[in-house]
């Protein structure tokens, strides 16, 4: 099978090398012509526009910032709707808005293009390692028919039901996520604050009822000096998305507005770009509290 992959940055890279691993023929492309460099020499070949890589497979996956992005890689000019063949398929692993996936997916089928969302969960960690958790949306036909593909980037593949809802899995797992960190934030800063080393605090925490997997991951984090490698602005992005799916469904929406602008303050002080780590080092230094230093780059 030719594959086409689209958005090599933390997420996109090692999925597509787990991809090449998996011996399918891959064309990628980035903005970024540097971020290509490493699967050019393990095997893949560059393309200069989606277009072009869409014209040489049997399906394109894209890993992108969000609606804005995915919507000027997928129908624009240059885009992958312009190269795709008739019967060939776009999957989106993105963290995307579900309308704006169903108004792609309807566009594709008028064309004769098979269209899934399947957006990721697991981090850098688990793209790097294959060990990522798909939510996948479409036909189940053509769920089935990807099986391996997915298999080749994560071991745990779940079919979620018609287009878009893989995208609101998404939605709903990131949201419940965030809300925790801002939780996180706040109670580990009281206790250290309190006197209570944040090591043995963690410890004895897993052994709770305040235990989850996103305390244990950026704690863990935070003391070895480390990053979680993913932008704050894409926390910003997250949560607005969700807390508008939940407006769209009339939903009683009230602390998912009030993390959105926690991370939107943070943001707004031109520190967008930095890692979502950032955003609870802020925190624990404002609250008096000391953290090792980062020691990422």
């Known amino acids: ?3 086409g992959f689209i958005g090599l940055g933390n997420m996109g890279n090692p999925m597509a090398a787990n991809i090449l691993k998996a011996q399918y023929n891959l064309t990628v492309y980035d903005l970024r012509r540097e971020m290509g460099r490493s699967l050019e020499a393990a095997g893949a070949k560059w393309e200069t526009s989606p277009k072009n890589v869409a014209a040489q497979s049997d399906v394109v996956l894209t890993s992108l910032p969000g609606p804005k992005e995915v919507e000027a890689v997928v129908l624009g000019e240059n885009g992958i709707f312009a190269g795709l063949n008739s019967g060939c398929a776009y999957i989106d692993l993105s963290t995307n808005s579900p309308t704006t996936l169903q108004k792609i ?7 004769g293009f098979h269209v899934l969302d399947a957006p990721i969960s697991g981090g850098v ?5 294959g060990t990522l958790t798909i939510f996948v949306g479409g036909e189940q036909g053509d769920f089935e028919r990807f099986q391996p593909l997915f ?10 039901g018609p287009i878009g809802s893989g995208h609101v899995t998404k939605l709903v797992n990131n949201f419940i996520m965030f809300i925790n960190f801002a939780g996180i934030c706040e109670g580990m800063a009281m206790g250290a604050k309190a006197g209570i080393d944040l090591q043995a605090l963690l410890d ?7 235990d989850s997997m996103y305390l244990r991951r950026t704690i863990d984090l935070l003391l070895a000096g480390e990053d979680v490698n993913s932008a704050a602005d894409l926390a910003v992005k997250d949560v607005h998305l969700a807390v508008e799916l939940g407006r769209e ?16 303050r943070f943001c707004d002080r031109g ?5 979502q780590l950032e955003i609870m080092r802020d925190f624990m230094q404002r609250s008096g509290v000391d953290v090792p230093e980062r020691k990422s780059e």
């Open 249 to 264: 469904l009339d939903i009683p929406i009230e602390l998912g507005p009030l993390v959105e602008d926690i991370f939107r």
């Open 151 to 160: 298999q080749s980037i994560g071991d745990h593949i779940a079919y979620m």
């Open 105 to 111: 997916a309807e566009i594709g089928a008028s064309k």
């Open 1 to 3: 099978m030719n594959v």
């Open 271 to 275: 520190r967008g770009q930095e890692d």
């Open 125 to 129: 960690f688990g793209a790097r390692d």
């Open 204 to 210: 004895v925490i897993k052994t709770s009822t305040g």
